[in-house]
Each structure stands twice: as C-alpha cells, then as structure tokens.
C-alpha cells in the first residue's frame, strides 16, 4: 500500500506522513455503487481516493437526493472533514460512482496531523478550498441554469469522472441526482438528443458535445 500512497499522494507529502497513513489507514476496493456513507452516521474515517470516482450526495426531508459535487482520484471529501472536526454525525451521503480504491483515515488522526504535518493542514485547506468551489458552483446551476443545461453539465461531468462519453445511467438514477421527476428528464433527454449533443442507446447514453 505504500508504493500506492507515493504514486498518489507522493507529491503532497513527506515521507514520515506517508508511513502514518500507512500504518493506520485501512485499505479498500470499492465496487460502483457501493455506499462508503450514509447521513446520521458518526464519521470515523475520512477517504483520500487511489482511483475512481466518488459522487456526493444530500437529501431533503422527503428523501430526495441532489448531487452535490464527485471526488476523484487526489481527493477527500470536505464534507465529511467538517463532520469529523466537529465530532458530529454525517450529513451527506457519498455512492461510488465507478469502482474505486481508497484508504481510510482514522478521525483521530486529522487533529493531530494538522499540527504535527505542513503537508497535511496545506492539503486540508485546499480541499476546503476546491470542494467550496464546486459547492457554490452547485448553487449556481440550481439558480441560474434551466432545467436542460443542468442535466447537459451532470451529463457532461458524469462523463469526465467516468473518463468514458458513454454513460451507463438510467433516467431514473438522473432524476434522483438532480432532484426532479424521471418523466421530465425523459423528455429533456429526448430533446438534447434532438439537439445533437447527445445519443440516447438502449442500457446507456453518449454524449457527443463535451
């Protein structure tokens, strides 16, 4: 696991910092769709992801979702950082989005390795930093975009973290993302398929304008 942490993460930090994570974290390979976090558990370990991708996910008081923002290979999730710091309980859910491999790292440890490591408080701010970024980027597309370029932007992100411009997903799953009704996104599909920016298959959808 130790080549894998410097393939990785070599880059943001010190070799003592990396045999912690090594000695600590636990190791996972995560099939799609797996569940790593629910809302209203207690956090006790915090991801920093090897590869694939991760989506983020909050729910209103009816059980709707909306997609908040994916995290990919170099992250961790901002969210659960906040949760860990305050020592509460988790208010996002995180689904992985392809298959994926991470390590988990002990709660305890993040105190303790942002006085003891540079590396580690630099790596935590710009998380902070990038994750606020697609948070507000999120609100954004609530309030400024319609309906069909919201779904064109999820297509087109869904695209990128998968590394594929085919994308398995059902109109359904779309409208639980985005937090609306599967018929409306039937009908918005269709009607970008129209467009030309994207073909609709049979078990998937290609986008063609990225």
């Avoid at 390979?29 to 207690?42: C, K, N, R, V, Y």
């Avoid at 996910?57 to 994916?70: A, T």
């Avoid at 009908?187 to 049979?202: F, Q, S």
Wanted: glycine fraction near 4%; hydrophobic fraction near 40%; charged fraction near 30%.
């Amino acid at each position: 696991m130790i080549e894998a942490l410097k393939r990785h993460y070599g880059y943001l930090f010190e070799d003592d910092l990396l045999k912690e994570i090594n000695q600590v974290g636990l190791f996972k390979e995560i099939p799609s769709g797996t569940s790593l976090m629910d809302i209203g558990e207690p956090i006790k370990f915090m991801p920093l992801l090897f590869s694939g991708a991760i989506k983020i996910l909050r729910e209103d008081d009816k059980g709707d979702e909306l997609l908040l923002y994916f995290i990919e290979t170099g992250d961790t999730c901002a969210m659960s950082i906040t949760c860990c710091m305050g020592n509460t309980k988790s208010e996002i859910r995180a689904i992985a989005e392809t298959d994926a491999t991470l390590i988990m790292v002990p709660v305890e440890k993040m105190t303790e390795w942002m006085g003891k490591y540079k590396s580690w408080q630099n790596f935590i701010l710009q998380s902070y930093h990038e994750r606020m970024k697609e948070l507000l980027e999120a609100i954004d597309t609530i309030a400024f975009l319609k309906m069909d370029e919201r779904l064109l932007k999820y297509l087109r992100d869904k695209a990128m973290v998968n590394h594929d411009d085919h994308i398995q997903v059902t109109h359904y799953e779309i409208a639980q993302d985005l937090h609306t009704s599967r018929v409306v996104i039937s009908r918005l599909l269709k009607k970008l398929e129209n467009d030309g920016t994207i073909k609709l298959m049979r078990n998937h959808i290609q986008v063609l304008d990225l």
